[in-house]
């Protein structure tokens, strides 16, 4: 394969350098060695509008801040590990592009909300987990471990479809204002797991994840707000799943 000549190396530099634009991102910074107190610190960077506000923080952190403290794994929208507040709205770093979020204008990236912040970006999801660990979120079955695959039909694999696309990123849950109130609230997100196996014709637990939900801090609380619809960056019709576990409870048919 031939080598690229000095001069289409640099050619091709210059040409991705006319497509860079000054972009400030405003942090919601941190630190409590440092400080009681969070504030805003500005970023200004050269950036691709084409490329996602995670490669931002990335040149912040390793070209401008090694401090800034932040959670991402995948950078592909598989992990849920990125979810934070991007200019007021929930969503993951990773799949929002600097484009679309009008770069005119300072982009300002702050913790998720209704979870308490350890450092920067970075909130401490253990609750979220635990409500999430409360429903169940496993196939449970009694008898005999069979010898084959367990069979279902396809229209009994449709009733939870949507729900098996989560990736626990809590962009719902931390968008749910019951929730930010007391943090007492299963949240959307333990419930949407919920019905993942309620749903399930296989599982045999689902009057048992009911229940739990039936508890004071469970779906009676939702007060169908649809900001965990929106927040979902999955799409998931996280509202409208509640509800379907709202109708089971009331009619104990799923
Ligand atoms: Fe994230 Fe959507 Fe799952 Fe909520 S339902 S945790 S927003 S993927
Ligand atoms: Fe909250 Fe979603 Fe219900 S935002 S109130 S869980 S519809
Ligand atoms: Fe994994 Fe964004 S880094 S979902």
Same mark, same amino acid.
């Given at each position: 394969m031939a080598t690229p000549t000095m001069d289409k190396v640099a050619a091709?530099?210059?040409?991705?350098? *006319?497509?860079? %634009? +000054? @972009? +400030? =991102? #405003? %942090?919601?910074? =941190?630190?409590? $060695? @440092?400080s009681a107190e969070a504030t805003w610190e500005d970023f200004q960077l050269e950036i691709d509008p084409k490329e996602r506000v995670l490669d931002g923080l990335h040149k912040i952190k390793w070209e401008l801040d090694g401090s800034l403290t932040f959670r991402r794994s995948c950078a592909h929208g598989i992990c849920g590990s990125d979810a934070m507040r991007i200019n007021g709205k929930n969503r993951l770093a990773c799949k929002t592009l600097i484009k679309d979020i009008n770069p005119a204008k300072p982009i300002t990236v702050e913790p998720i909300k209704g979870l308490t912040v350890l450092k920067d970006l970075v909130v401490d999801m253990e609750p979220f987990f635990q409500a999430y660990r409360d429903v169940m979120p496993f196939l449970v079955t009694t008898g005999n471990e069979p010898t084959r695959e367990r069979l279902q039909s396809a229209e009994d694999r449709e009733r939870f479809d949507d729900t098996t696309k989560c990736i626990l990123c809590a962009a719902c849950t931390s968008s749910c204002p019951v929730f930010w109130n007391d943090g007492q609230y299963f949240g959307p997100a333990a419930i949407v797991n919920a019905h993942r196996f309620i749903f399930d *014709?296989?599982?045999?637990? !689902? $009057?048992?994840?009911? $229940? %739990?939900?039936?508890?004071?801090? !469970? @779906?009676? #609380? &939702? #007060?169908?707000? =649809?900001? &965990?619809t929106d927040a979902c960056p999955r799409g998931i019709e996280v509202t409208k799943a509640i509800q379907e576990v709202k109708r089971a409870l009331i009619t104990r048919r799923y």
């Amino acid at each position: 394969m031939a080598t690229p000549t000095m001069d289409k190396v640099a050619a091709d530099d210059a040409a991705a350098a *006319s497509h860079l %634009i +000054t @972009v +400030t =991102f #405003r %942090i919601r910074r =941190f630190n409590p $060695e @440092v400080s009681a107190e969070a504030t805003w610190e500005d970023f200004q960077l050269e950036i691709d509008p084409k490329e996602r506000v995670l490669d931002g923080l990335h040149k912040i952190k390793w070209e401008l801040d090694g401090s800034l403290t932040f959670r991402r794994s995948c950078a592909h929208g598989i992990c849920g590990s990125d979810a934070m507040r991007i200019n007021g709205k929930n969503r993951l770093a990773c799949k929002t592009l600097i484009k679309d979020i009008n770069p005119a204008k300072p982009i300002t990236v702050e913790p998720i909300k209704g979870l308490t912040v350890l450092k920067d970006l970075v909130v401490d999801m253990e609750p979220f987990f635990q409500a999430y660990r409360d429903v169940m979120p496993f196939l449970v079955t009694t008898g005999n471990e069979p010898t084959r695959e367990r069979l279902q039909s396809a229209e009994d694999r449709e009733r939870f479809d949507d729900t098996t696309k989560c990736i626990l990123c809590a962009a719902c849950t931390s968008s749910c204002p019951v929730f930010w109130n007391d943090g007492q609230y299963f949240g959307p997100a333990a419930i949407v797991n919920a019905h993942r196996f309620i749903f399930d *014709s296989r599982d045999e637990a !689902g $009057e048992q994840r009911l $229940e %739990i939900l039936n508890d004071k801090d !469970g @779906v009676w #609380r &939702c #007060r169908t707000t =649809f900001n &965990c619809t929106d927040a979902c960056p999955r799409g998931i019709e996280v509202t409208k799943a509640i509800q379907e576990v709202k109708r089971a409870l009331i009619t104990r048919r799923y």
